[in-house]
């Protein structure tokens, strides 16, 4: 997936086409600890994609933090710091597909909710009884998760990940073992 990033204040990215009073508006996509709070999380999907293109069969858990990020998962704190170098350097050379991944909590909750709103609209019509309504809720539910993966998927380009990178530096990247959990914590900082 690619998108046009940067885009300018009361400009839609895709399309470039002006917004009528965008001008004037602040986008809160664009504060401070918004934005880097979406940074480090299209850095995170970026260097789990880098881990598993190395490693097919590692079982990796990601989870983005004010400063930085967190890998769960049995791999060595080399690799980790190898593949987020990569991921950045990849970044910021414009390869933003990294920032997207099909397996993001982004997805899974985008999932939940449609479904949720699906079922819930179809139950809120009356019909004669509740199992009657059954079939079109399994329907709806259905439908609803089928279209939440494109959609989960385009949630995360425009709003939850920022492929825009530039100023971002690896800290340090600690690794802890919590019983039988090993965990990198990837600490990030801005020029």
Do not use: W
Request: proline share 5%.
């Amino acid at each position: 997936m690619s998108c046009l990033y940067p885009h300018a204040p009361g400009l839609l990215p895709r399309t470039g086409k002006k917004v009528k009073g965008a001008e004037t508006t602040m986008n809160i996509l664009e504060l401070p600890f918004i934005a880097a709070i979406r940074q480090n999380h299209a850095l995170e999907h970026a260097t789990i994609h880098v881990l598993t293109q190395r490693n097919p069969y590692l079982h990796l858990v990601g989870r983005t933090t004010p400063r930085g990020f967190l890998i769960y998962g049995d791999v060595e704190t080399e690799l980790v710091a190898e593949a987020a170098s990569e991921a950045l350097a990849r970044l910021q050379a414009g390869e933003t597909g990294l920032a997207v991944h099909p397996r993001c909590g982004t997805n899974i909750a985008t999932a939940g909710v449609l479904a949720g709103l699906s079922a819930f609209a179809v139950a809120s019509v009356r019909s004669k009884s509740r199992l009657a309504r059954l079939p079109q809720i399994l329907l709806a539910t259905t439908v609803a998760i089928i279209v939440a993966q494109p959609l989960g998927l385009i949630l995360q380009e425009y709003l939850t990940t920022s492929p825009r990178v530039e100023g971002v530096r690896i800290e340090k990247i600690i690794r802890q073992q919590l019983g039988k959990i090993v965990m990198h914590r990837v600490e990030l900082g801005r020029e």
